[in-house]
């Protein structure tokens, strides 16, 4: 489903760094079956590179785009909890309430589409950061969503301090 550019897969590689070294993501993705020689795959534009040729810019279902999907849904997922992501689910919603079934935007819905696309991004950066959210969302666009999100800028907003509103984290406070 994945319409990246070469450049945003490029971020996006760069996000699961994490700022750890190219050669523990180039490890993670080999032993997921991304690759099969690791030789030369020591910067994260060479990884993008190899990723980006095998998954055709992940529009293709072979082992680098369920990779690549695997380690990226690990990121996304380690950041959120269950809460914010049934309110990302029903955002999500919300946003495809204002499109065909073929993707394209439905009349009239241009600005109802775009509010709900700044919602939902904001919601997600407020757990991952605004770059990973931009990113995130892209990757689940139709190409006439992801060529709204391109137009507008990354969202800049504060992380939430973690966990402040997941039950789990509360669990001790309330039952005295």
């Not at 760069?14 to 020689?37: I, M, W, Y």
């Amino acid at each position: 489903m994945a319409n990246l550019t070469r450049e945003e897969f490029e971020q996006c590689l760069t996000v699961l760094a994490d700022g750890g070294p190219p050669e523990k993501l180039r490890d993670q993705l080999c032993r997921l079956n991304a690759f099969h020689s690791r030789r030369g795959l020591s910067s994260i534009e060479a990884i993008t590179s190899r990723l980006y040729q095998l998954s055709s810019g992940l529009r293709r279902e072979v082992p680098a785009t369920h990779a690549f999907q695997a380690l990226w849904a690990e990121f996304i997922g380690n950041r959120l909890n269950e809460k914010v992501g049934e309110k990302l689910d029903e955002m999500a919603d919300k946003i495809n309430e204002n499109l065909e079934a073929s993707g394209a935007v439905k009349d009239g819905c241009d600005e109802p589409l775009k509010a709900r696309l700044s919602e939902y991004e904001e919601v997600l950066a407020r757990r991952v950061g605004g770059l990973p959210a931009r990113l995130d969302t892209l990757q689940k666009a139709f190409p006439s969503v992801a060529e709204i999100l391109r137009a507008k800028s990354i969202p800049d907003v504060p992380l939430d301090p973690p966990d402040e509103d997941d039950e789990h984290a509360h669990d001790g406070h309330h039952h005295h």
